[in-house]
């Protein structure tokens, strides 16, 4: 299993899952206890339930360049393009607008946060 966090501007929103069923996102509890917290897209809205999907959520896929820019990621980090969490992890830590993935090897992948 992969996790990495997600972060809507520099605030930590929740984490994105890699498993062998597919795909999990969940919010982190201090996010949705802020008051201002906002879902990172109106097909995630807010809540304490774990999202599953058994291809990566098209929200978190739309971040992954297209094109040439994706050939180009791909081969700088000789990634598969049919890898797509590979892809949204190597490319996403800067995305363009209020959310970003960030791979951290240091999470503990075996509890749910």
């Known amino acids: 299993m992969t996790k990495a966090k997600v972060l809507y501007g520099t605030e930590l929103a929740g984490y994105i899952l890699e498993t062998d ?15 201002d917290a906002r ?21 978190f896929d739309g971040l992954i360049p ?4 994706l050939d180009l990621a791909a081969e700088h980090w000789k990634i598969k393009t049919n890898d797509r969490f590979q892809l ?5 830590s800067d ?7 960030i791979a951290d ?7 749910h946060g």
């Open 21 to 35: 069923e597919g795909y999990e996102f969940y919010y982190d509890l201090n996010y949705l206890n802020n008051d």
């Open 39 to 59: 879902p990172v897209s109106l097909t995630l809205p807010l809540t304490d339930t774990t999202y599953k999907n058994k291809t990566l959520f098209p929200f």
């Open 66 to 69: 297209e094109g040439w820019l």
């Open 88 to 92: 949204l992890l190597a490319t996403c």
């Open 95 to 101: 995305a363009i607008g209020a959310v970003s993935i």
């Open 105 to 111: 090897e240091t999470l503990n992948t075996n509890e």
